[in-house]
């Protein structure tokens, strides 16, 4: 079982910047691959990102290619969302979840953090 917890979410600026955090428990954390989901409201839920469990394989949505950065640091057991040049159509309630697949990584799901960009 793992667990996760999003933190690092809030109110910036277009043109800012922000980090997320994905923290998990369980010694297993390390073998899932994590992808980043945000969904705003009215819309679909839509994924982000995705990085594989030994953080040598990341791939992003056009949306954000460019702009946001997948990492992980699996001694601390987290996984960051470095998200640059944001802009308001960025704003979104963004989860973090973790699985086995690579091309499907949703087995566990966190909380969910607010990101809002103001123009």
């Known amino acids: 079982q793992v667990q996760l917890v999003e933190s690092g979410g809030g109110l910036v600026q277009a043109g800012g910047s922000l980090r997320l955090s994905c923290a998990a428990s369980?010694?297993?954390?390390?073998?899932?691959?994590v992808g980043w989901f945000r969904q705003a409201p009215g819309k679909e839920r839509e994924e982000v990102g995705t990085?594989?469990?030994?953080?040598?394989?990341?791939t992003y949505a056009d949306s954000v290619k460019g702009r946001f950065t997948i990492s992980r640091d699996n001694a601390k057991n987290t996984v960051y969302l470095q998200m640059n040049s944001l802009k308001p159509e960025d704003t979104a309630v963004y989860y973090c979840?973790?699985?086995?697949?690579?091309?499907?990584?949703?087995?566990?799901w966190g909380q969910g953090t607010q990101v809002t960009v103001s123009s």
């Open positions: 990085i594989s469990w030994s953080g040598g394989r990341t």
């Open positions: 979840a973790a699985g086995t697949y690579y091309s499907h990584p949703t087995t566990y």
């Open positions: 369980g010694r297993t954390f390390s073998s899932y691959a």
